[in-house]
């Protein structure tokens, strides 16, 4: 191949005292660490082959690439060449001096100028200065910048010969004349036809012209013709209208003969008239007398209902003083009850010690009874013991029952005030059910994402909290419109509190199930983070009544995420009409209520424009849930289910307690009962 490189040697070249190699017929490679002199060997391939310091992009000056501490340096490169159709090798010598900065050149060992080995390297087709064909490693920015044009010029240099380019240039010059012919041959064609278009225009016009000469000859002679059609339509006119007058004469006579009978008709009518009026002024005298009847019989009926209504209220009081009374018929009866108890107790008392009899009657002298030392002392001090013991159990139960008979009354007003609280919270619910319903039908997958929040609520880290439209409450009706105005976008908007939740929540029902809904989460925002305007003395001033925030009722995050979402604690509101002039210009105000219409300011290339627009009726903020009513509602269930878990604790522990005494009262009664059965045997022997 013409011009391949056979065999590189330096000598004294940059960092090389002498190199010598012969690449090979295919792509040959240098490889080596930083610094070694990979690209030193390029750089005299480059300047061996006639290429200048330029080229290189490194040193200016040639002698920068002797070796230092040398005076010269020697570069032969070896090329391929076919000379009378067998292959032979030309050796190019470029020697360097560093004294005099200067190169001499060799060919075949004879001496030639640069001028004779630049064409001699050009007839190789041997580019150095052409990136395409050689790229140093200092040129590769500039390599990167050349736009599509130099590359495909650089590249048809590299790869052909020197009439592929020249006949490059004159394509390129015979396309741009072909371009300038075309064009002149569209503008000619344009030409031609904006010709032919006015041509027909002038073609319309002659037609118009001439249409127009026809229509005002006949105009010429419809306008001679008028007076005969004037003529002609007056009598037609005349002799409709001499019909119509002899027939109006005729209906006329006609109707007359008619009109006798109706006349006589009418006579009759207005005789019966007068009749009716008589007997109206009889019936309206009648009316009179019932009315002033009716207006008796109110007064009486009035008299009645109050004396009924008395009547009622004391019939409710003596209800009331009834239900008193038997109260305190119950509490005696019960005292009676006790009493009775008590004497019975005694009187067994004294019979199990052999006192007295069943009658009452006394049996004999205690002084052997109260004899310790004899068998029945001994045994009636037992039964005595026994007798006492069982006396405690039993008042210790009947304290018991009265104190399970307490628990249970308590219980059951406890279970009362849990159904009436919860009746109220019941009644809360309906403005939140209210409120769902609308957003069902607003916003179905909302409302769908909201149900499916009640039921896995076990699944967040945090609360998750529902739809800002069901979770915040104006304080008044009057600011719901506003409230409405302002967050109406933010409505539908999920809140979360972790990025947890939100990932989870998000993944289920948008990335699942498709929901299209709006979910945002705020992490440690507080309420403080917020930065009020100005603050509310200040704002009083200028007549407002506070900021939009401080009109809602909401947990502190639905707060936190409307500030963020809407600037809701930058919007001052005033619910009556003030003078807005002082704070048009100030920058603090870009948006603010009066008397239920919004303003709203805003720059534009240095003009100020305020928009204002009435705010409409709310729609789905209209009804109010008092967060703190329900709050305590909830609190006072919870209380109330506290307490009663005490009593059923407390219950508990005295149905144990009773039972435990039972077995005690049953033991101990049979013990007196084997002791009663020992005296009697006793006493029995001693009667005998």
Known sequence: MEGKITKVKLINFVTYDYCEFNPGPNLNMIIGPNGTGKSSIV??????????TQTLGRAKDISDFIKHGTEKAIIEITLCHQKNGKPSNITIQRTLKRNTNSTSWKIDGKSYSQKDVLLLIEKFNIQIDNLCQFLPQDKVCEFAQMSSTELLNATLKAIGDKDLFTQYQELLKSQEHKNILQNNLDNQEKLLTRIKNQNEALEREVAKYKEREVILQNIRILEKQIPWGVYDKARESYIDQKQKRN????????????LIPLKKTKKDQEKKIEQAAELEKVLEKEYDECTKKYTGLSKELENLEEENNSILTNFLDFRENEKELEKKIKMHKRKIYELENSIEVKKRDLIEKGIIDENGQELYNKGDQNDKTTELGRIQFELNEKAQTLFDIDSEVRSIQSREQEIRQ????????????????????????????????FHNPTYNAYQWL??????????????????INPKNKESAAAIEAF???????????CKHDYDLFTNELIDKRKFRISVVMFENLRLEDFEKPVPIDELLEYGFDCYLIDLIHAPVPILCALCQLNNIHSVPYAGRKINAEPFDDDPRFKNYIINNVRYSKRAAYGMLSIRTQQLKEAKILISNIDTKQKLKLENLILENERLRKDLESDMKLLVQKESKL???????????????????KLLDRKRE
């Open 410 to 441: 308590q219980n059951i007003v406890y279970n009362e005030e849990i159904e009436r609280i919860r009746k109220q919270l019941s009644d809360l619910d309906n403005i939140r059910n209210q409120r769902l319903n609308l957003l069902q039908q």
């Open 454 to 471: 009640e039921r896995n609520k076990d699944m967040f880290k945090m609360k998750v909290f529902a739809p800002i439209v069901i979770e």
């Open 487 to 497: 967050v109406g976008n933010s409505l539908t908007t999920f809140v979360t509190q």
């Open 43 to 52: 750089c005299g391939i480059a300047l061996g082959l006639g290429g200048s």
């Open 247 to 258: 027939k109006y004469k005729y209906d006329i006579t006609k109707t007359e003969e008619e």
């Open 662 to 680: 039972r077995i005690d009262y049953n033991n101990i009664r049979k013990e007196r009962e084997s002791l009663k059965e020992e005296r009697k």
